[in-house]
């Protein structure tokens, strides 16, 4: 909470900087106009389709509603189609956004102090802050070029035994993770969910970003490939659709065994806690996803090309733009260097010099660019000499003009 006060402050101080700061998506792909089209091809859907009465409809759209959510099933055919995921629509939890699901799921699986959340290092501030509302002790593991270190896994997991502890879950963003941009290979992937099962871990498989390919590479997510049942899916809208909506989901299709013997699915577990939290997902908010689901014949990959092509454009601009203002030479020179992702919205700058709120403050007032410090998502005080650069809520021409101011500030700061 402090971080985000922080940086609105920053933004609302100096307004005439530009951003490389949120990483929400780029407002001029979306079309106000085509809302009511949507939510009139989801009404079409109820009546022409399953036959409800209008009645019927009346009460599905002002009423509370399911507790799980009444798109479940459009859902489960657009995750098959676009990501192979093939899930039980009743296994589908549809939440307010995906930081709900984050915080059901958590409540849910963490009955015991002993538990701990395993995370990357650095990790997406909106899980370790979920875990620290809930009093969830969270361990960072470290992450490399391809995602979690396995060893390093293996030894955090058998260390918390030892002390008396069970690593109950990780969290992890396998394609183009906030903060850092890393996306993992599939052999990686492979072996993290081989890890899972001997150590009897689950894991929280966050994708918001898997669509927004720069190379046009598509990697299988976790939950395709898991034949054990060991990954919890945390979807969202947000990125692809309609963010305003605040529509999310979970694949929850673990069994659980209750006291009196009886079995269920993990989504039932977490439809209670979520009744408790939200009652549920407001119904005007699904219906509108329900008619893009449907208006995009249940694939939303295609229907984000001109999003994914905006998103690599400005990832090239950005990379490009770095590389011209500051070739090998100079940044060699300078102690400066960045990763290079696949995708997705965010990148990694390094500095020799401390990337702290005090730099920014003067990047701010002095040379008119905002960027997040990094030091923000590492739970173990890490990061220090880095900053994110979020590239998707601006144009390509601003994104190359940030990258001259960027380097402007670089230039005095790393001389």
Known sequence: MEVMNFLNEITSRHPEAISFGPGRPYEGLFEVERIGEYLDTYVRHLSDDLGRTRDEVRTLLFQYGRTNGHIHELVARTLVNDEGIRADPESVVVTVGCQEGMLIALRALFARPSDVLLVPSPCYIGITGAARLLDIETVPVPEGEDGIDPEALRSTVTALRRAGKRARALYVVPDFSNPTGTCMTVP?????????????????????????????????????????????????????????????????????????????????????????????????????????????????????????????????????????????????????????????????????VPADNALLEVSARDHGVIWTPMSYFYPDGGGRHQMRLSLSYLTPDQVTEGASRLVSLLERSCA
């Open 188 to 352: 990686a992937r492979r072996r993290l969910l081989e890890l899972a099962d001997v150590e009897d871990l689950l894991i929280l498989e966050d994708n918001p970003y898997g669509f927004f390919t720069r190379t046009g590479t598509r990697r299988p997510t976790l939950k395709a490939l898991d034949c054990l049942r060991r990954v919890i899916y945390l979807g969202s809208f947000a990125k692809t659709c309609f963010p305003g909506a605040r529509v999310g989901y979970v694949v929850a299709d673990q069994q659980v065994r209750m006291p009196d013997g009886r079995r269920t699915l993990l989504a039932e577990e977490l439809s209670k806690v979520k009744s408790m939290v939200t009652v549920n997902t407001p119904a005007l908010s699904q219906a509108v996803i329900g008619g893009m689901l449907i208006t995009h014949d249940y694939g939303l990959r295609k229907a984000n090309k001109a999003a994914t092509d905006f998103y690599r454009e400005n990832l090239t601009t950005l990379l490009d733009c770095l590389d011209r203002l500051l070739p090998p030479d100079r940044r060699e020179a300078a102690g400066i260097h960045w990763n290079a992702p696949e995708g997705g919205f965010f990148l990694t700058l390094t500095l020799p």
